[in-house]
Protein backbone atom coordinates (compact mmCIF):
# COMPACT_ATOMS: atom_id res chain seq x y z
CA UNK A 1 0.00 0.00 0.00
CA UNK A 2 1.22 3.40 -0.50
CA UNK A 3 1.09 6.55 1.81
CA UNK A 4 -1.98 8.61 1.15
CA UNK A 5 -4.16 5.27 0.31
CA UNK A 6 -7.50 4.78 2.77
CA UNK A 7 -7.32 0.61 3.53
CA UNK A 8 -10.37 -1.37 4.22
CA UNK A 9 -9.68 -4.01 6.00
CA UNK A 10 -11.20 -7.29 5.93
CA UNK A 11 -12.91 -7.89 9.19
CA UNK A 12 -14.45 -4.34 8.45
CA UNK A 13 -15.43 -6.05 4.76
CA UNK A 14 -16.69 -9.24 6.21
CA UNK A 15 -18.71 -7.58 8.80
CA UNK A 16 -21.08 -5.73 6.36
CA UNK A 17 -21.29 -8.48 4.11
CA UNK A 18 -24.64 -9.29 4.45
CA UNK A 19 -25.95 -5.74 4.82
CA UNK A 20 -24.26 -4.72 1.24
CA UNK A 21 -25.94 -7.78 -0.02
CA UNK A 22 -29.39 -6.68 1.17
CA UNK A 23 -28.54 -2.79 -0.22
CA UNK A 24 -27.23 -3.21 -3.68
CA UNK A 25 -30.46 -2.34 -5.64
CA UNK A 26 -31.73 -6.17 -7.40
CA UNK A 27 -33.56 -4.54 -10.55
CA UNK A 28 -30.59 -3.33 -11.66
CA UNK A 29 -29.30 -6.62 -12.26
CA UNK A 30 -32.51 -7.25 -14.07
CA UNK A 31 -31.44 -4.24 -16.31
CA UNK A 32 -28.02 -5.23 -17.40
CA UNK A 33 -29.46 -9.76 -17.83
CA UNK A 34 -30.29 -8.84 -21.62
CA UNK A 35 -26.73 -7.11 -22.34
CA UNK A 36 -24.65 -10.27 -21.01
CA UNK A 37 -23.03 -11.94 -23.92
CA UNK A 38 -20.32 -13.36 -25.12
CA UNK A 39 -18.86 -16.46 -26.31
CA UNK A 40 -17.85 -18.98 -23.54
CA UNK A 41 -17.90 -18.38 -19.99
CA UNK A 42 -19.35 -14.80 -18.40
CA UNK A 43 -16.29 -12.66 -18.22
CA UNK A 44 -16.67 -10.23 -15.26
CA UNK A 45 -14.04 -8.05 -14.11
CA UNK A 46 -14.77 -6.69 -10.07
CA UNK A 47 -12.60 -3.24 -9.84
CA UNK A 48 -11.75 -3.25 -6.43
CA UNK A 49 -12.57 -6.14 -5.10
CA UNK A 50 -11.82 -6.21 -1.50
CA UNK A 51 -12.34 -9.98 -0.41
CA UNK A 52 -14.70 -10.91 -3.25
CA UNK A 53 -17.88 -9.78 -1.85
CA UNK A 54 -19.84 -8.68 -5.35
CA UNK A 55 -18.67 -12.02 -6.80
CA UNK A 56 -20.38 -14.10 -4.04
CA UNK A 57 -23.10 -11.26 -4.45
CA UNK A 58 -23.44 -11.48 -8.39
CA UNK A 59 -22.56 -15.01 -9.87
CA UNK A 60 -25.12 -16.75 -8.07
CA UNK A 61 -28.02 -14.08 -9.60
CA UNK A 62 -26.38 -14.70 -12.81
CA UNK A 63 -26.73 -17.71 -14.87
CA UNK A 64 -24.10 -20.11 -16.94
CA UNK A 65 -20.92 -20.51 -16.60
CA UNK A 66 -18.94 -17.08 -15.48
CA UNK A 67 -15.30 -16.41 -15.34
CA UNK A 68 -14.40 -13.59 -12.65
CA UNK A 69 -11.51 -11.72 -12.64
CA UNK A 70 -10.75 -9.81 -9.32
CA UNK A 71 -8.41 -6.78 -9.27
CA UNK A 72 -7.55 -5.24 -5.79
CA UNK A 73 -3.84 -3.50 -4.71
CA UNK A 74 -4.16 -5.04 -1.69
CA UNK A 75 -2.73 -8.16 -1.34
CA UNK A 76 -4.12 -9.74 2.00
CA UNK A 77 -7.46 -8.97 0.74
CA UNK A 78 -6.66 -10.92 -2.31
CA UNK A 79 -5.87 -14.01 -0.76
CA UNK A 80 -9.37 -14.36 1.08
CA UNK A 81 -10.83 -13.32 -2.07
CA UNK A 82 -8.51 -15.89 -3.58
CA UNK A 83 -9.97 -18.39 -0.54
CA UNK A 84 -13.74 -17.79 -0.53
CA UNK A 85 -14.83 -17.71 -4.50
CA UNK A 86 -18.81 -17.77 -5.33
CA UNK A 87 -20.09 -21.06 -4.92
CA UNK A 88 -22.22 -21.88 -8.47
CA UNK A 89 -24.34 -19.88 -10.75
CA UNK A 90 -28.06 -19.54 -10.07
CA UNK A 91 -28.66 -22.66 -12.67
CA UNK A 92 -25.88 -24.27 -11.28
CA UNK A 93 -23.33 -23.93 -13.77
CA UNK A 94 -19.69 -23.55 -12.42
CA UNK A 95 -18.06 -20.28 -11.70
CA UNK A 96 -14.08 -19.86 -11.74
CA UNK A 97 -11.94 -16.22 -10.12
CA UNK A 98 -8.66 -15.39 -10.65
CA UNK A 99 -7.39 -12.39 -8.54
CA UNK A 100 -5.10 -9.56 -10.12
CA UNK A 101 -2.80 -7.30 -8.26
CA UNK A 102 -3.34 -3.81 -9.44
CA UNK A 103 -4.29 -0.33 -9.27
CA UNK A 104 -7.63 -0.09 -11.30
CA UNK A 105 -7.35 3.43 -12.18
CA UNK A 106 -4.30 2.52 -14.25
CA UNK A 107 -5.58 -0.57 -16.26
CA UNK A 108 -3.70 -0.63 -19.43
CA UNK A 109 -5.79 -0.91 -22.48
CA UNK A 110 -5.91 -4.93 -22.61
CA UNK A 111 -6.52 -5.72 -18.96
CA UNK A 112 -10.04 -5.82 -20.15
CA UNK A 113 -10.75 -7.14 -23.25
CA UNK A 114 -13.05 -9.86 -23.72
CA UNK A 115 -15.23 -8.64 -20.13
CA UNK A 116 -18.97 -8.80 -20.92
CA UNK A 117 -19.48 -6.92 -17.18
CA UNK A 118 -17.42 -4.18 -15.28
CA UNK A 119 -18.73 -4.28 -11.49
CA UNK A 120 -17.06 -2.40 -8.39
CA UNK A 121 -19.26 -1.63 -5.23
CA UNK A 122 -17.77 0.45 -2.21
CA UNK A 123 -15.23 1.93 -4.09
CA UNK A 124 -15.61 5.40 -5.52
CA UNK A 125 -15.25 7.51 -2.41
CA UNK A 126 -11.71 6.80 -1.97
CA UNK A 127 -10.67 8.44 -5.06
CA UNK A 128 -9.79 11.67 -6.57
CA UNK A 129 -11.38 13.18 -9.44
CA UNK A 130 -8.25 12.68 -11.49
CA UNK A 131 -8.67 8.92 -10.77
CA UNK A 132 -12.46 8.69 -10.82
CA UNK A 133 -12.20 10.26 -14.15
CA UNK A 134 -9.84 7.41 -15.36
CA UNK A 135 -11.75 4.58 -13.80
CA UNK A 136 -14.68 6.27 -16.02
CA UNK A 137 -12.79 6.23 -18.74
CA UNK A 138 -11.52 2.84 -18.64
CA UNK A 139 -15.23 1.30 -18.06
CA UNK A 140 -16.14 3.35 -21.19
CA UNK A 141 -13.33 2.11 -23.69
CA UNK A 142 -14.06 -1.35 -22.21
CA UNK A 143 -17.33 -1.45 -24.42
CA UNK A 144 -19.63 -3.32 -22.04
CA UNK A 145 -21.99 -2.52 -18.94
CA UNK A 146 -20.24 -1.17 -15.94
CA UNK A 147 -22.63 -2.18 -12.51
CA UNK A 148 -20.75 0.38 -9.73
CA UNK A 149 -22.38 -0.40 -6.43
CA UNK A 150 -23.46 1.44 -3.14
CA UNK A 151 -21.32 4.50 -3.02
CA UNK A 152 -21.88 7.10 -0.16
CA UNK A 153 -23.90 10.10 -0.86
CA UNK A 154 -23.15 11.22 2.26
CA UNK A 155 -26.42 11.40 3.96
CA UNK A 156 -27.07 9.33 6.93
CA UNK A 157 -30.49 9.28 9.51
CA UNK A 158 -29.89 7.72 13.20
CA UNK A 159 -32.90 6.90 15.34
CA UNK A 160 -34.07 8.23 17.59
CA UNK A 161 -32.38 11.49 16.62
CA UNK A 162 -30.25 13.89 18.55
CA UNK A 163 -29.35 17.50 17.84
CA UNK A 164 -25.48 16.63 17.68
CA UNK A 165 -26.11 13.84 14.87
CA UNK A 166 -25.77 17.23 12.02
CA UNK A 167 -22.49 18.36 13.54
CA UNK A 168 -21.35 14.93 13.31
CA UNK A 169 -22.76 14.15 9.57
CA UNK A 170 -20.71 17.61 8.30
CA UNK A 171 -17.63 16.56 9.94
CA UNK A 172 -17.74 12.72 8.59
CA UNK A 173 -18.20 14.25 5.04
CA UNK A 174 -15.25 17.05 5.26
CA UNK A 175 -13.03 13.51 6.57
CA UNK A 176 -14.37 11.73 3.60
CA UNK A 177 -13.68 14.77 1.24
CA UNK A 178 -9.73 15.64 2.61
CA UNK A 179 -6.81 15.68 1.18
CA UNK A 180 -4.10 12.77 2.10
CA UNK A 181 -0.40 13.16 1.42
CA UNK A 182 -1.21 15.47 -2.05
CA UNK A 183 -4.49 13.22 -2.99
CA UNK A 184 -7.99 14.94 -2.48
CA UNK A 185 -10.64 12.63 -2.27
CA UNK A 186 -14.12 12.59 -3.70
CA UNK A 187 -15.86 10.99 -0.78
CA UNK A 188 -19.65 12.05 -1.16
CA UNK A 189 -18.66 13.81 -4.02
CA UNK A 190 -18.26 10.46 -6.36
CA UNK A 191 -21.55 9.98 -7.07
CA UNK A 192 -22.02 13.47 -8.74
CA UNK A 193 -18.74 12.96 -10.30
CA UNK A 194 -19.11 9.40 -11.96
CA UNK A 195 -22.75 10.19 -13.45
CA UNK A 196 -21.46 13.61 -15.10
CA UNK A 197 -18.18 11.39 -16.34
CA UNK A 198 -20.47 8.43 -17.49
CA UNK A 199 -22.90 11.16 -19.41
CA UNK A 200 -20.17 13.23 -20.92
CA UNK A 201 -18.84 10.17 -22.80
CA UNK A 202 -22.40 9.09 -23.91
CA UNK A 203 -22.81 5.85 -21.51
CA UNK A 204 -26.69 5.23 -20.87
CA UNK A 205 -26.99 5.64 -17.16
CA UNK A 206 -29.36 4.58 -14.35
CA UNK A 207 -29.22 5.07 -10.81
CA UNK A 208 -31.00 3.71 -7.92
CA UNK A 209 -31.23 4.24 -3.97
CA UNK A 210 -28.85 1.20 -2.20
CA UNK A 211 -29.16 1.98 1.23
CA UNK A 212 -28.17 0.17 4.66
CA UNK A 213 -30.52 -0.24 6.83
CA UNK A 214 -29.45 -1.09 9.94
CA UNK A 215 -31.78 -2.39 13.17
CA UNK A 216 -31.51 -3.61 16.37
CA UNK A 217 -31.21 -7.49 14.70
CA UNK A 218 -27.29 -5.48 13.22
CA UNK A 219 -26.09 -3.81 16.22
CA UNK A 220 -22.96 -5.12 16.17
CA UNK A 221 -22.32 -3.20 12.56
CA UNK A 222 -24.08 -0.16 13.19
CA UNK A 223 -21.78 0.27 16.17
CA UNK A 224 -18.57 -0.56 14.53
CA UNK A 225 -20.18 1.65 11.67
CA UNK A 226 -20.90 4.21 14.30
CA UNK A 227 -17.45 4.07 16.21
CA UNK A 228 -15.70 4.55 12.65
CA UNK A 229 -18.00 7.83 11.53
CA UNK A 230 -17.34 9.17 14.84
CA UNK A 231 -13.58 9.19 15.25
CA UNK A 232 -13.33 10.49 11.52
CA UNK A 233 -15.73 13.08 12.37
CA UNK A 234 -13.48 13.73 15.67
CA UNK A 235 -10.12 13.50 13.58
CA UNK A 236 -11.17 16.17 11.33
CA UNK A 237 -13.05 18.32 14.10
CA UNK A 238 -10.69 17.67 17.26
CA UNK A 239 -13.18 20.57 18.75
CA UNK A 240 -16.21 18.02 18.67
CA UNK A 241 -14.39 15.30 20.59
CA UNK A 242 -14.89 17.05 24.48
CA UNK A 243 -19.19 16.63 23.17
CA UNK A 244 -18.42 13.61 21.53
CA UNK A 245 -17.19 11.27 24.30
CA UNK A 246 -20.75 11.31 26.49
CA UNK A 247 -22.79 11.15 22.93
CA UNK A 248 -20.71 8.39 21.19
CA UNK A 249 -21.37 6.21 24.76
CA UNK A 250 -25.02 7.05 24.61
CA UNK A 251 -24.90 5.88 20.89
CA UNK A 252 -23.07 3.09 21.76
CA UNK A 253 -25.44 1.53 24.57
CA UNK A 254 -28.66 2.13 22.71
CA UNK A 255 -26.59 0.11 19.30
CA UNK A 256 -25.58 -2.62 22.16
CA UNK A 257 -29.73 -2.68 23.61
CA UNK A 258 -31.09 -2.57 20.26
CA UNK A 259 -32.38 0.88 20.42
CA UNK A 260 -30.09 2.36 17.44
CA UNK A 261 -31.36 2.03 14.03
CA UNK A 262 -29.28 3.69 11.19
CA UNK A 263 -29.99 4.31 7.50
CA UNK A 264 -26.42 4.97 5.32
CA UNK A 265 -27.26 6.56 2.06
CA UNK A 266 -25.61 5.13 -1.05
CA UNK A 267 -26.26 4.71 -4.57
CA UNK A 268 -26.19 1.93 -7.35
CA UNK A 269 -25.03 3.03 -11.44
CA UNK A 270 -25.39 0.80 -14.13
CA UNK A 271 -23.55 2.50 -17.29
CA UNK A 272 -24.25 0.78 -20.54
CA UNK A 273 -22.82 1.71 -23.60
CA UNK A 274 -25.67 3.01 -26.05
C1 LIG B 1 -14.43 -0.42 0.74
S1 LIG B 1 -13.52 -1.62 -0.09
C2 LIG B 1 -14.80 -2.50 -0.97
C3 LIG B 1 -14.36 -3.87 -1.38
C4 LIG B 1 -15.40 -4.69 -2.13
N1 LIG B 1 -15.69 -4.13 -3.43
C5 LIG B 1 -16.66 -4.83 -1.32
O1 LIG B 1 -17.71 -4.36 -1.76
O2 LIG B 1 -16.61 -5.43 -0.24
C6 LIG B 1 -12.71 -0.75 -1.41
C7 LIG B 1 -11.67 -1.63 -2.12
O3 LIG B 1 -11.14 -0.92 -3.23
C8 LIG B 1 -9.74 -1.14 -3.28
N2 LIG B 1 -9.17 -0.01 -4.02
C9 LIG B 1 -9.34 1.32 -3.80
N3 LIG B 1 -8.68 2.04 -4.70
C10 LIG B 1 -8.06 1.16 -5.52
C11 LIG B 1 -7.20 1.29 -6.64
N4 LIG B 1 -6.85 2.48 -7.11
N5 LIG B 1 -6.74 0.17 -7.25
C12 LIG B 1 -7.09 -1.06 -6.77
N6 LIG B 1 -7.90 -1.25 -5.71
C13 LIG B 1 -8.36 -0.15 -5.09
C14 LIG B 1 -9.33 -1.23 -1.83
O4 LIG B 1 -8.09 -1.90 -1.69
C15 LIG B 1 -10.51 -2.01 -1.23
O5 LIG B 1 -10.31 -3.38 -1.31
Known amino acids: ?98 TRRRDITRLSPGELEGAALLTASALLDMMTAEELERLVRTCVAAACPALIALSVTGEVELTPGDPFDGAVADAFNAHQRRTLAGRRLLGPDAVAAAVSGFTRLGADLQVRPS ?64
Open 1 to 98: MAIGEVRAGSGWLTLREAADAAARAPDLVEEVRPYLRGNGPLRVHDLGCGTGSMARWLAPRLDGPQHWVLLDRDTDLLRVAAANPPEAAADGAPVTIE
Open 211 to 274: PWHLGPDQAELAGEWFTGWLAAACEQRPELAAAASEYGRWRLSGAAEGRLSVTVHHVDLLARPR
